[in-house]
């Protein structure tokens, strides 16, 4: 997977060699040689990962960590610290500061190449969703609050047959978080398809494979998004670069440092919650896509894509799909006499009354201003004439009592009745017979039903 890596560092031959590596992988590599140039290539170039040198005069790799994760343009880019020091304090450090991940001099080209098509996965992901937030946001249809998200009291199942390892990390995050303990791993599968914020995995487990497990996570529709924090032996290369191959979101070497521990988990979390909340603006916005905000029924455009598929199914052989055309009599004089806001307690009183009217596998649909659709797969003409007199009937029987209406408003409607029929029938074809339908109901005095055959 190609991406675009800024390479910072004070020392030329440190930046060549790096950058001579991940060129002869085909990575486009930037590169900048003091702090504040990489935060401006940052904010200009947007790269998709940064590794950043601990050690440079002036500005330390932290504190330009620290200002890359407060700036919106590039809190989201994965920063990696490269460190000729392997100390504990260093790393703990920099995950406060923002790091997502730490390479020691001299760098592994193994664990530098995995880590980088790993970070490269999520970049992508979170870029992909950031994208259709942003759509969302300039449409007017979602608000952004992800600056509130934080990383503390998430919900952390570990998977671990080390009582005592799992309990003392237990005992750990439980100040700041609510940790539960899972020995079996099929019982903790299960525990995952919960509100689960993260997963601590022991890859070094006796009793069950730990890398094996996090592969089932992963494979799983219920719970490949469960980030997941493998314990791993820090000699064991081979096992690091797989865990990161399957998807694991990040590493923890025994033995376990608490505050290195508490920092990984709580940026995880972090992470898992913004994630869910772009995942939710995203299902929201393309819900208002195809809703219609008032009704709360589909849309007039949701309307069109799913009976488009219906008549074909249905010229091709298949059931034959009907359509009710409904209209409002003399809506306007509700609007006239009592105001457009009790014109929309009457709209949305009916969709209610359309909708409790009709099959599960039935679509309505508001189709426009006092206009409603009501889509029946699998229907002929006949059964669909009798749903649409029960509408009418369940309307027309029960007064729509509206704010600032002296009493309640007595509502009729007109109903025109189509069906497919024949392999050259289109869906403008059926609804214009429909509205064929509303106009000689409309024509005969209102309140009724007229099918129209082909």
Known sequence: MVARILVVD?????????????????????????????????????????????????????????????????????????????????????????????????????????????????????????????????????????????????????????????????????VDHRPIVETDPEKAHLAARGPVDLMIVNANARAFDGLRFAAQIRSDEATRNVPILVIIDPDDRVKMVKA????????????????????????????????????????????????????GLHNRRYMAGQLDALVARATKGGEPVAALLIDIDHFKQINDNYGHDAGDEVLREFALRVASNVRAIDLPCRYGGEEFVVIMPDTPIEGAQLVAERIRLHVSGAPFRVTGAAEALTVTISIGVAASCGETDTPEALLKRADQGVYEAKAAGRNKVVAKAA
Do not use: W
Not at 275 to 294: C, K
């Open 244 to 295: 990161l191959e399957i998807g694991v979101n990040d590493l923890l070497a025994r033995p376990i440092d608490p505050q290195e521990l508490s920092a990984r988990v709580r940026t995880q979390i972090k992470r898992k919650r913004y994630t869910d909340f772009l995942r939710t603006n995203l299902d929201y916005s393309l819900e208002l896509a195809v809703t219609d905000q008032l009704t």
């Open 10 to 174: 004070d020392i030329e031959a440190n930046v060549r060699l790096l950058e001579a590596k991940l060129s002869a992988e085909y990575y486009q590599v930037l590169t900048a040689y003091d702090g504040p140039t990489a935060l401006a290539m940052a904010a200009a170039e947007r790269p998709d990962i940064i590794l950043l040198d601990v050690m440079m005069p002036g500005m330390d790799g932290f504190e330009v960590c620290r200002r890359l994760k407060d700036d919106a343009l590039t809190r989201h880019i994965p920063v990696v610290m490269v460190t000729a020091l392997d100390g504990r304090n260093d790393r703990v450090t920099g995950l406060e500061a923002g790091a997502d991940e730490f390479l020691t001099k001299p760098i592994d080209d193994l664990m530098l190449f995995s880590r980088v098509r790993s970070l490269t996965r999520l970049k992508t992901i979170m870029d992909e969703l950031r994208q259709r937030e942003d759509s969302g946001r300039r449409m007017g249809v979602i608000a952004g609050a992800a600056e509130r998200l934080g990383g503390s009291g998430g919900r952390v199942l570990v998977v671990d047959d080390n009582e005592r390892q799992a309990e003392r990390m237990a005992a750990e995050l439980a």
